[in-house]
């Protein structure tokens, strides 16, 4: 066995929870790091402390624990042979995979190599759940992040500054990723070494902007680890088109429905504008499909005023009376003039 936590807290098997916290707390104060230096021993201290505490303080870990301890200590006092388990698996756990070690070890159908390797196990799974950070010392870039953005055709012609809010996760700035402060688990963080908030982004969006085009912020992404660079955060803009008409360049497009005897006679009607409600006078025998330019009516940039353009469509009432049916009939009676043809 490596390790001998009880050792390593300086307390018994026999010490309570209780005895166990306290011994924890009073040495993670002495040799936290920010209080005994950063020198490698003293981090490689502090982390022997925080691991032993991660097993002696949990009931499961700490049963498995003590089980893989007697069996070595058993091992060790009744075994020669364990001697030599003991040393060949401390070289294959030093390989970084774990299931090699376990296979080579099974092989052998050594009980006690396996027990041994058990514990380590444990202390392994302890590490890589509390340290993956500090273990891992080359520097790891953070996560690109994707999101999306709504804007109009006016804001895309124009350009715009939009908000965007979003939750980003970084390093515990309190522990700095350690989950523990003097000892105790980090107020900011929980203890989970990372804190998410959500921030806002004033995005500024070009006029003139293409559906589908993507904004980078640089840096904005996820927070690097080991001093690895933050990710960037990538916008994708959708401009949204209106239902009731379309866009063309800086011209609105909208279709206009009359009736039959409007379009014959010609008629004034409403449209609805960005500029508000402007009458129309459509003029006597327009035809169905025909375009009418409203000047000035489209979508507005400082330098530049698009235009409106309707287009007519001649739409025959839904039901007709019996009176208005006969008037067709006498319509088409007198009639001279021939359609199509
Ligand atoms: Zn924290």
Redesign the pocket.
């Given at each position: 066995m490596t390790k001998d936590y009880y050792q390593i807290l300086e307390i018994t098997e026999f010490s309570t929870q209780e005895e166990i916290k306290m011994a924890y707390r009073k040495l993670a104060r002495k040799w936290h790091p920010d209080v005994a230096g950063n020198s490698n021993d003293v981090i490689s201290k502090f982390k022997e402390i925080n691991e032993a505490y991660e097993i002696l303080s949990n009931n499961i870990k700490k049963a498995d624990y003590d089980r893989a301890r007697k069996f070595y200590n058993y091992a060790k006092s009744s075994k020669t042979e364990a001697k030599n388990t003991e040393q060949k698996t401390e070289n294959t756990t030093t390989k970084p995979d774990f299931k090699e070690t376990k296979q080579s070890n099974t092989k052998k159908e050594e009980k006690f190599a396996f027990s041994f390797n058990w514990e380590e196990f444990i202390a392994k799974k302890c590490r890589t759940n509390h340290y993956k950070k500090e273990e891992n010392k080359s520097a790891k870039r953070g996560n690109d992040i994707y999101t999306d953005i709504e804007i109009s055709v006016f804001e895309a012609i124009n350009g715009t500054n939009k908000v965007v809010n979003m939750l980003q996760t970084q390093v515990?700035p309190?522990?700095g990723?350690?989950?523990f402060?003097n000892g105790s688990i980090?107020n900011?963080?929980h203890?989970t070494?990372e804190?998410s908030n959500y921030k806002k982004f004033s995005v500024k969006i070009p006029a003139g902007i293409k559906d589908k085009s993507k904004i980078r912020l640089a840096g904005e992404g996820e927070a690097g680890s080991n001093g690895g660079k933050n990710g960037d955060l990538y916008l994708t803009v959708h401009i949204l088109e209106p239902k009731s008409y379309k866009t063309d360049g800086l011209n609105i497009l909208k279709t206009v429905q009359i009736a039959p005897y409007d379009a014959v006679l010609g008629t004034t009607i409403s449209v609805t504008t960005l500029k508000g409600n402007v009458s129309v006078k459509i003029p006597a025998n327009t035809q169905n499909g025909q375009k009418i330019r409203l000047n000035a009516c489209g979508i507005e940039t400082p330098s530049k005023q698009g235009d409106m353009i309707i287009t007519i469509e001649i739409q025959l009432p839904k039901e007709l009376s019996n009176e208005e049916i006969e008037l067709y009939k006498k319509l088409r009676d007198i009639s001279s003039s021939k359609v199509g043809g």
């Open positions: 515990c309190i522990c990723g350690r989950k402060v980090c900011e963080c203890g070494g804190t």
